[in-house]
């Protein structure tokens, strides 16, 4: 299991292998931290998800089902973590731990974020993650309320801080850029005399998705039966 010790990390391996083909799992849950050596055992038993990639290429070669796993911080919660499982299921054998487990083939859900597949800038269709509906609208909603009472400091903070908070996947940075370009019309329109507080909606910066990972941005931890490697 890949035990990541940051969540844009997390989302970027995930997204990565779900672009590969890894468009089966199981609704993500958070344990105890500590718990995370048992889970692991468990799952590579019933489903192999320490084999090497090539092992699992094999695998898939010859029809049979393969799966990684994941661990993620919880967010305000040190000591839990949030796991799920993906797999290529070109075939289930019957009778097996496969066939017992809750597979879903809708896009995938973790924490805050949806699996997406949007136009790029230069008009690709790519895989990228997006903030769901409800958790991006609490937001909005807030920060247009602010907007709208010319509260120009609380603005300020609570756009920012969305930048700095929220990976900016291609999806999410979308979603933001138009929710600030809309919260900066209605700020100019409002408050005439005023300069907009927040972020510039067309210089926001970039995760780049899974093909500008990074080795510094967060330590992997590969969590084996006997011990824990990093």
């Not at 055992?41 to 796993?69: C, F, M, Q």
């Amino acid at each position: 299991m890949r035990a990541y010790d940051d969540l844009t990390t997390a989302l970027q391996a995930m997204l990565k292998d779900w672009s590969q083909g890894y468009q089966c799992w199981i609704e993500p849950f958070v344990i105890e931290r500590h718990k995370l050596p048992a889970l692991n055992d468990k799952w590579h038993e019933n489903y192999g998800i320490r084999l090497p990639a090539h092992t699992r290429r094999y695998r898939h070669s010859k029809g049979l089902p393969t799966a990684v796993a994941y661990a993620a911080p919880v967010p305000g919660l040190q000591t839990k973590v949030r796991v799920t499982m993906l797999a290529r299921l070109p075939s289930i054998p019957k009778d097996s731990p496969w066939a017992r487990e809750k597979w879903r083939q809708d896009p995938l859900v973790f924490d805050d974020y949806i699996i997406t597949r949007e136009r790029d800038a230069t008009r690709t269709l790519r895989w990228t993650w997006k903030l769901q509906d409800r958790a991006f609208g609490i937001w909005e909603q807030d920060m247009l309320r602010l907007a709208k009472l010319g509260d120009g400091a609380e603005v300020a903070r609570t756009t920012w801080q969305a930048v700095r908070y929220w990976p900016l996947f291609g999806g999410v940075r979308r979603q933001l850029r138009r929710a600030l370009r809309g919260a900066a019309k209605l700020w100019r329109a409002m408050h005439k005399d005023r300069p907009w507080p927040g972020p510039d909606p067309e210089k926001l910066p970039s995760v780049g998705g899974y093909r500008k990972m990074s080795a510094q941005a967060s330590a992997v931890t590969e969590i084996t039966g006997c011990a824990i490697l990093v």
